[in-house]
């Protein structure tokens, strides 16, 4: 059952790149309108891109519960997964403000991870 968990919660980290793409992808599709001078198209296209990386990093919240969980209860952690979460942590960073929060709680508790 743990190792199930573990690549539940790995599988679920992985929407946060998705969601990460996302509001890149429109950040450059924004950049690319900016010539046509038409403010309300970038706004708009600005809006979609931070609604679909927000419907993308919501699986993500509850892979990540799921990996402070894994790591307050389960005595050994893979390798691997303890790496793989510090790393997603670092990312959280990114995603500003509740991201930046999420993934600071999240690499305090790595490390006193044993």
């Not at 790496?83 to 990312?91: E, G, I, T, V």
């Amino acid at each position: 059952m743990q190792t199930i968990l573990v690549i539940l919660s790995a599988s679920l980290q992985l929407f946060y790149l998705l969601a990460l793409f996302h509001i890149g992808l429109g950040a450059f599709n924004a950049m690319d309108l900016v010539a046509s001078g038409d403010p309300k198209l970038i706004a708009g296209t600005l809006s979609a891109s931070i609604v679909k990386s927000l419907l993308a990093a919501a699986p993500s919240v509850f892979g990540l519960l799921l990996s402070a969980h894994l790591t307050r209860t389960v005595g050994a952690l893979p390798k691997w997964f303890k790496s793989y979460s510090r790393f997603m942590s670092y990312l959280w960073l990114l995603f500003v403000p509740v991201g930046s929060f999420i993934g600071y709680l999240q690499l305090k508790r790595l490390r006193n991870a044993s």
